[in-house]
């Protein structure tokens, strides 16, 4: 017999992100993004492998990568506007984890599920946020899949890649909520 837990399927069933740029401080300290960390490490790892690690990017880190980005953005030949966007998500941030994919050698885990679950660590990451009481936005962005970017900026191993920058802070307004998949379009029933 199931044992319900009501609320966490009510909270799951009206979700929603926070855009980032309505994010503003104050963002958690360590004590109060410690817990967040923990439920999101809690993702199922395949094997114990944890094939994912945390950065947490407090305001120094991150205006020291707004300027990395905009090195990297210029050095790129990207457009103006498209080298401002990239630096606007880490000078305009207050807190960001950046949640690092870092596959393991395994016989048994097949890479793929690895990476599918550090993208399970962000919407565990983000929920998390979102049910302390936090706004939270998933984002990634040109900056975070460069090479140099990360490797530089975050000290990323070559076989590691950034799976989601999830921004954390207080929320200025609740956005309305947008139209949600239609349910009976994305579903197949087999009962043989």
Same mark, same amino acid.
């Given at each position: 017999? *199931?044992?319900?837990? $009501?609320?966490?399927? !009510?909270?799951? %069933?009206?979700?929603?992100?926070? $855009?980032?740029?309505?994010? @503003?401080?104050?963002?958690?300290?360590? =004590?109060?993004?410690? *817990?967040?960390? @923990?439920?999101?490490?809690?993702? *199922?790892?395949?094997?114990?492998?944890? $094939?994912?690690?945390? /950065?947490?990017?407090?305001?120094? =880190?991150?205006?020291?990568? +707004?300027?990395?980005?905009?090195?990297?953005?210029? +050095?790129?030949?990207?457009?103006?506007?498209? #080298?401002?966007?990239?630096?606007?998500?880490?000078?305009?941030?207050?807190?960001?984890?950046?949640?690092?994919?870092? $596959?393991?050698?395994? *016989?048994?885990?097949?890479?793929?599920?690895?990476?599918? &679950?550090?993208? +399970?660590?962000?919407?565990? %990451?983000?929920? =998390?946020?979102?049910? =302390?009481?936090?706004? +939270?936005?998933?984002?990634?962005?040109?900056? &975070?899949?460069?090479? !140099?970017? #990360?490797?530089?900026?975050?000290?990323?191993?070559?076989?590691?890649? /950034?799976?989601?920058?999830?921004?954390?802070? @207080?929320?200025?307004?609740?956005?309305?909520?947008?139209?949600?998949?239609?349910?009976?379009? /994305?579903? @197949?029933?087999? &009962?043989?």
């Amino acid at each position: 017999m *199931p044992n319900p837990d $009501p609320a966490a399927l !009510d909270f799951l %069933l009206r979700r929603r992100s926070r $855009p980032a740029k309505t994010l @503003t401080a104050p963002a958690p300290d360590r =004590a109060a993004l410690e *817990p967040i960390l @923990t439920a999101a490490a809690r993702t *199922p790892d395949h094997g114990k492998l944890e $094939p994912w690690r945390f /950065i947490v990017l407090e305001k120094p =880190a991150l205006s020291r990568l +707004a300027a990395l980005a905009r090195e990297r953005g210029e +050095a790129l030949g990207f457009a103006p506007e498209q #080298v401002d966007k990239g630096v606007a998500q880490y000078a305009d941030a207050d807190l960001v984890v950046a949640v690092v994919a870092s $596959p393991q050698p395994s *016989p048994k885990i097949p890479e793929i599920e690895q990476i599918l &679950s550090a993208g +399970a660590v962000c919407l565990a %990451l983000l929920n =998390a946020a979102l049910a =302390a009481g936090w706004g +939270a936005n998933w984002l990634t962005g040109w900056a &975070s899949q460069d090479r !140099d970017f #990360v490797q530089n900026g975050l000290g990323l191993a070559p076989h590691e890649f /950034i799976a989601g920058m999830i921004h954390i802070g @207080t929320e200025t307004n609740a956005p309305p909520d947008r139209p949600r998949p239609d349910l009976s379009r /994305i579903t @197949t029933w087999m &009962s043989e």
